[in-house]
């Protein structure tokens, strides 16, 4: 009997080590990211490290370089995927990549002010929609007074739908240029509504009980939603000055802005291949923010 509850014993150790081993993993990737190459890279390429969010770019970063390759640039990328925007600055910052491309303006404004990063945008990539959804009403006229409307509850995606909800004519600010706004700088509320902010991805579930939601294109589409499916949508002209600070950019340390190697990186990104992988994937989710 002793033998068995050793053999049990040590059975149950290696299993605990193996579960312990695993969320180590877990949380080196959520905070430290796992870097990985799209290709293999020659002795003579030179490597460009990239933070992103995720995974969800792959196919895009992959066009690009696919073009790097058919141009004979001799780089090869290696994208180094975070779970939180909050740490692909910070990584830059700290020179541990050369570029990242998982923010827009706004939130590179908002971010650099609070932490003092000295950073420069090389280019722009796309721009994700953020609308206004109900599955009770079909117009925003329908929605009643003091109605529920939910918010994502992170800094500047809070701010990009107040501004949403300013333009389909629910709320007024006070200032109407600010990129950035709290709840506290809403002026008007005729219609007395609640607005809560929670977490974005779950705003969809909300849906069916609340007056409406403001959300961000990507938690549309995993939801098997149209982006068109929309109460109220922002017109994406991106000559439209509003819409200038929710564009998706590349970004690299500031005295690194006239990097010829960086440079080309984005020239290989603005491309017409590039743009046709972002309709392929997205389906109206990301939208191009650059003419090929």
Known sequence: MGTVKSARGKRKAKVELAVLSALIVVALVAVCGVSYRLHGGGQDETE?????????????????QAEMDRRGDKIHVTLKPFQDAIYVNQALNNREVDLNAAQHYAFLENDSKTNGYHLAVLGDTYISPMNLY??????????????????PNNATNMGRALKVLERA???????????????????DNPKHLTIEQTDPAGIINLLPDYGGGVVNANFVVD?????????????????????????????????????PVLRKVVAAYHTKAVADTINSIYKGAAVPAFTA
């Not at 004519?169 to 002026?187: F, K, W």
């Not at 000055?241 to 005295?255: F, Q, S």
């Open 48 to 64: 460009v490290k990239i933070a992103v969010i995720g995974s969800s770019d792959d196919q895009i970063w992959k066009a690009v």
């Open 134 to 151: 109900s599955k009770r009403y079909k117009r925003v006229s329908d929605i009643p007074e003091g109605a529920k409307v939910a918010i």
């Open 223 to 259: 939801a098997g939603m149209k982006v068109t499916d929309a109460i109220f949508q922002v017109p994406y002209d991106l000559k439209d000055p509003a819409n200038h600070p929710y564009v998706n950019i590349i970004v690299a340390n500031a005295d690194r802005k006239d990097d």
């Open 169 to 187: 004519g629910l709320i007024t600010l006070r200032d109407p240029n600010t990129t950035t706004p709290v709840p506290e700088d809403v002026r």
